[in-house]
DNA sequence: TATGAATGAGATTTCATTCAT
DNA sequence: GATGAATGAAATCTCATTCAT
């Protein structure tokens, strides 16, 4: 629970959001206050207004930046690759990165929508289902390409691949026993696998 | 976001139970209120507290009803079936059933966790990991089973099926296209196939 | 500027109410902060909440309260008199009573509207209305009974009877050297002669 | 409630000295924020500080100057006449066009004295008092004139043709149905009929 | 002349909780 | 069993103002 200050000598304004950050992550949108946030930026609460909106700003910022960064990775990965599995196994393997990666930014994703106001909700589920989609379609090719059906079986397997795939963000450590190529790896033959994929054949990088 | 009352003819205590379920499970723990608590169980903040102790002590035996039941059926399951794929599978169809048919519970568990305080914190990561220990043997035995490695690969697995899993709760809708005994049979042919087992044998209940 | 507290018996309810009359008069809504009226009332500024909603409803109470009371007291004078000059006469010594015996809330209502939100506006906007049309008709009345046009003349005679009896409140003490009743009777005097009246029959009450 | 910017290309002093006008007379001294001061001026709020002392010297300065105008125009009008009702009749005139023509510094001065501090306060009073007391002795002159007493009923008489032709400030409108002499000139007849005269002889100006 | 950066103090409002009735 | 009253602490955010550049 204790998170260390960021306290650097980095500009203020990316001080904060690094503090925002962190603390969004680690104690939830509601559970963090603006003095906390100003205390762990290193500067006070009234100077912490010269480089945001509002909270929820902040909040809609951090998200936006995330996921935006997500749809243009995802987008990458269908223009380079055309063979329907290898799509599969590098899209899972960039989600996987970008969660062992930037577990602050995708837990704050994953975790926080609710809390938004109406219009920020929006924004940002529009971002989301732009990147499920780009999800959703991948799948649906392996499917096809593997003869089995693909409807309620491709977004069942969508959700599911996703899901297991944004729990990284959760225990992954940079100093742990896998490297993260490693995982990013495993967790694409993990995830061609699981949607019927017999033996995943280039399970390399 | 806006959460209908539950202001039922039920008895005071289960009233306030279901109010801080709605609530925490939609707003967050921090995003809930004691006076929200009280409107929506139909009582005034002050008789609240004839029924719980503190705020956190509602969300511990929350979480706490949740795990045990959790660990008991677990353990139900690991005492019926003797097979291990059959174990797993089976397992997997609880976990799904639990999170579609208790997705309140679930999500708090899911993601309150870090709000705790020390020692109520330290009772519920022991109970949770319980619960996932006996995944990650039930996991360690299939793929035994199977002749794969069970070591890191085995934590790997049980992660990704748990994620995977889990994430029923937030999408299972009772009134959704497919039934939930579908979803739970589903969900343990996927879970099968990424460990591994090639053609799941007996994916029927 | 200093403003002895109201620190009495009388229920905090109406401790409260009388704090914003106080405070709102003296400084206005925006020169009066929560804490002043909390201390002003004897209450903690949290405990204030239990008593009013925001401060602006506090504001729009006190002002709704003032304006009813203008409205039916203006009523019944129309309704116990019947003879133009009459009414007119009686309405102005009711006016004058009126700012005299509660300059709080008259300064209130005549100088504060322009902070209150849309909705609020518009509602104190309509009484006033409503007030303000029971003097035009009343001064059209008496318009008519002289012998003189009662068009735009009207519109600007009522705007000078309202605007220099409301003015009373700005200076009358009831401690001061004319008593309230010669004030009204006065006041009625010059009214009359001001639109026309030349000789005001019965000046008194 | 919402005011235009003035965004002219006058000097900056003069802008600065415009938005508060603006400002002030809409929405109250306490009730005008710097930053929306500097906003409407076109200017930091930094910059602001260049242009001004603080933001009471602002106030003070508006005031000093609009009071100091006023007793300049009274004083030219009690030198230019000589027969009392002509002079009561030309300050009514006066003081109706600067109530009409200048309505935003008329306001500031008449609803903003009570959130000056002490020295600032003392200045404006004793120049309103000033202002008031040329009222004072030129309604007396008018009383002794057609003789009638000039006692408390010249006090009184005073502040009831005061409060009527500043009412002016709060609705007359330049694009209105009468153009500013009609006003004025009513308001004469108005104004000295309120005193007692009973045929105002020369209404025009 | 002009402004970004900065802040201590204070704004209004809500927080979880207690207690006398 | 139930609640109105009450509150210290904290919530988010704005205040008027200064200063180095």
């Keep these: 629970m204790p998170v ?21 992550a ?3 949108y509601h559970g963090t206050g603006i003095r906390q946030l100003a205390e762990h930026a290193g500067l006070s609460s009234a100077s912490l207004y010269h480089y945001m909106g509002t909270k929820e700003d ?3 910022a951090i998200m936006r930046t995330c996921l935006e960064r997500l749809i243009a990775d995802a987008e990458a990965v269908v223009t380079a690759r055309a063979d329907p599995e290898e799509r599969l196994a590098e899209l899972i393997r960039m989600h996987v990165r970008a969660h062992a990666e930037r577990p602050r930014e ?8 609710e809390v ?4 920020a909700r929006a924004e940002v589920i529009t971002l989301r289902d732009r990147y499920e989609s780009i999800w959703q379609s991948v799948v649906e090719d392996v499917l096809t390409a593997i003869g089995a059906p693909a409807g309620e079986d491709a977004r069942l397997a969508r959700r599911a691949l996703l899901e297991m795939c944004s729990g990284v963000a959760r225990w992954y450590r940079p100093d742990g026993r896998s490297p993260l190529e490693d995982v990013a790896d495993r967790y694409a033959v993990l995830g061609l696998r699981l949607v019927g994929v017999p033996h995943p054949s280039h399970p390399s990088h």
Tied chains: 1, 2, 3, 4.
């Design 106 to 113: 995708t837990r704050v994703v994953d975790g926080e929508v």
């Design 116 to 119: 938004l106001g109406a219009a």
């Design 4 to 24: 260390p200050p960021t306290a650097s000598t980095a500009p203020a304004e990316e001080r904060v959001r690094e503090a925002a950050l962190d603390l969004f």
């Design 58 to 60: 902040l909040l809609v």
């Design 26 to 28: 680690a104690r939830g």
